[in-house]
């Protein structure tokens, strides 16, 4: 059974601060990593994502990957009240390429 | 372009009940999902569809619920009965063709209350 862990939180970090959230999957056969915002009430919208190579950075969001350990963080610089949602990890494996979610992260920026 | 349509947004029934969900993906998505997202939770795929054939329905409890996307394209979900577990939103994602960069666009999602 592949999992992918997440904390559920919430995460508090006041306003300019440097968010941090972690998902932790349990198959080194893992592909891809992808991170999505949901707000509340609404569906989960792509934030990025990265491949089993290496980290990305887009804007103020950058995507970790740590394969020895098997988590991927998702960094948010300069965190706005509007990063405040819950943020869902999803991992692809090698032979399949239906994401597996998380039960989500949620996020509160505090003025 | 167009996202991905899903109708009725809201339904409420009584257990034992009947419902049917659907879903029309973005124009020329050869795989659309159906995920369960119960409150708190991550979404849980229930079925993959690749054109009109069925990839992947492992998580399907095919008692109750059904799927079908016949010509390839809008895609129809049946709860019959429901359960109050039932109680929850239902996704309809889609993508390109599945592949390692598979990036999914949900659909606003249909919220299905059991009584």
């Known amino acids: 059974q592949k999992e992918v862990e997440q904390n559920s939180g919430p995460l508090s970090v006041p306003e300019g601060a440097i968010a941090s959230l972690n998902c932790t999957y349990s198959?080194?056969?893992?592909?891809?990593f992808f991170w999505y915002r949901q707000y509340s009430g609404k569906s989960p919208e792509l934030i990025m994502f990265?491949?089993?190579?290496g980290d990305k950075e887009d804007g103020r969001f950058t995507a970790q990957l740590n394969k020895a350990s098997q988590y991927v963080s998702l960094l948010i610089r300069d965190s706005q009240p509007s990063d405040s949602a819950t943020y869902l990890c999803?991992?692809?494996?090698?032979?399949?390429?239906?994401?597996?979610f998380g039960r989500g992260t949620s996020l509160i920026v505090h003025p | 372009e167009a996202g991905v349509a899903q109708s009725p947004r809201y339904k409420i029934i009584e257990k034992r009940q009947s419902v049917a969900f659907w879903c029309n993906p973005i124009?020329?998505?050869?795989?659309l999902y159906w995920y369960q997202q119960i409150l708190g939770q991550g979404p849980k795929l229930l079925i993959q569809?690749?054109?009109?054939?069925?990839?992947?329905d492992s998580q399907l409890p095919k008692d109750r619920f059904s799927a079908e996307r016949l010509k390839g394209v809008d895609s129809t979900l049946k709860i019959q009965p429901a359960k109050l577990e039932d109680s929850a939103v239902y996704l309809c994602?889609?993508?390109?063709?599945?592949?390692?960069?598979?990036?999914?666009?949900f659909g606003a999602g249909s919220r299905l209350t059991v009584l």
């Open positions: 994602a889609s993508s390109p063709i599945a592949s390692g960069a598979n990036v999914l666009t």
């Open positions: 198959d080194r056969g893992s592909q891809s």
């Open positions: 990265i491949y089993s190579n």
């Open positions: 999803a991992v692809t494996y090698y032979g399949s390429y239906i994401p597996t």
């Open positions: 124009s020329g998505h050869a795989t």
């Open positions: 569809f690749q054109n009109n054939g069925v990839v992947d």
